[in-house]
């Protein structure tokens, strides 16, 4: 038996030789702000975001994890890998897995349908980033439900997940105002999750953001409604991008979006919308097209809802970024308030976040 350890916001719209290296010990500083000038972002996150090698205060369960050389599995649709599908690689997995997996995945359209185990910790689909793969499926929620109806799943307990270099897609065609129209790229359960350069595409409800601590850099993520949505506590990094979900007014729980990009090529639309009693969203030195509402964000007719949402802006920048027009529930907060969401402290990340694998010559390994 494996031990099991144990918010919404609207728009339109980131081989293997491992290195032993002699390195002083790192640590995480969850306290250093992420900077205004994005084009120092890169260093921060390097400064930041250390490898497993050398660095202190990681969890338990994770430093051993990445404590030896990962197991290397690779996915190529012309069957010169291990395996021609993802999901047939994803089912190798073992249960309760205790070392970091790696997926490699080739070039290529997969027609799948994908499910991260609630038993299968650590593991990292990494996508070529010279021909980054595409995954796509159809579901529905008139056909699996709402959070069942995911391209790519990772499940409650499916902890230390990672991606890289991914495209996510749901093809379900876009809502007409039929019931049950929900079609979700991917949905993340499992705690302690990254995703760098990682692409995300639907209509309805793309990404449920589900529960957890969960960190997205350098993503994309398109929709027409709702298309961020869920019950995490998250970072988002220069994604180009949601309503939060809450009930719990002691829960703490919330979306952070640091140097992202709201863009869009539909009818004005907001940033966020009281969806439930206590959603909680923060957007920082983001750019905001001429597609959000000048009034930025709704309470959807709910006076009651908007006492007790969280929504707050800090140093936004845009046509659409328009603080003097945004109802009076709306926070603008001062750099002391804003810090707690623009540090790596708002998800605890020095205990478990780390860089994408550096991952070299599985092409020429595995094809020769």
């Known amino acids: 038996m494996c031990k099991n350890r144990a918010s919404r916001v609207t728009f339109d719209a980131v081989l293997v030789t491992i290195l032993v290296l002699l390195v002083p010990k790192v640590v995480s500083d969850d306290a250093d702000p992420i900077p205004s000038d994005k084009s120092q972002v890169s260093a921060w996150f390097d400064r930041n975001v250390a490898p497993a090698s050398g660095r202190e205060g990681l969890d338990p369960a994770l430093a051993r994890a990445e404590s030896k050389p990962p197991r290397i599995i690779s996915v190529r649709q012309d069957g010169s890998g291990d395996f021609e599908t993802i999901s047939g690689a994803i089912r190798s997995v073992p249960r309760c897995n205790k070392y970091r997996v790696i997926i490699f995945i080739g070039g290529g359209h997969y027609f799948e349908k994908l499910k991260v185990d609630h038993y299968q910790t650590f593991v990292t689909l990494y996508g070529d980033p010279s021909d980054v793969p595409v995954i796509w499926y159809n579901g529905s929620a008139r056909t699996y439900g709402t959070t069942n109806s995911g391209t790519l799943t990772v499940e409650t307990t499916a902890d230390y997940f990672m991606a890289v270099n991914l495209r996510i897609v749901n093809t379900t065609p876009r809502p007409d105002g039929r019931l049950l129209a929900q079609a979700l790229a991917m949905r993340v359960s499992g705690n302690k999750a990254a995703y760098y350069n990682v692409k995300m595409h639907g209509y309805q409800d793309t990404l449920c953001d589900d529960k957890g601590y969960h960190f997205f850099k350098d993503c994309h993520i398109e929709g027409t409604v709702d298309f961020i949505f869920g019950n995490a506590k998250s970072l988002y990094l220069r994604d180009v991008i949601t309503a939060h979900a809450n009930d719990d007014p002691n829960a ?54 908007a006492k007790t949402a969280y929504f707050a802006e800090f140093e936004n920048r845009g046509p659409g970024a328009t603080p003097d027009q945004r109802p009076g529930f709306v926070k603008r907060l001062s750099g002391a308030v804003a810090k707690q969401f623009i540090t790596l402290a708002h998800i605890n990340a020095s205990t478990w976040l780390l860089p994408p694998p550096v991952l070299e010559g599985i092409v020429d390994d595995t094809c020769s």
């Not at 009693?277 to 923060?282: F, T």
């Not at 905001?288 to 809802?305: E, F, K, N």
């Open 252 to 305: 703490d729980l919330g979306y952070s979006f640091v140097h992202c990009s709201v863009t869009g090529n539909t009818m004005k639309t907001y940033l966020g919308r009281t969806w439930r009693s206590h959603p909680k969203v923060i957007f920082s030195y983001t750019e905001m097209g001429d597609v959000v509402h000048p009034r930025g964000w709704s309470s959807l007719g709910r006076p009651q809802y």
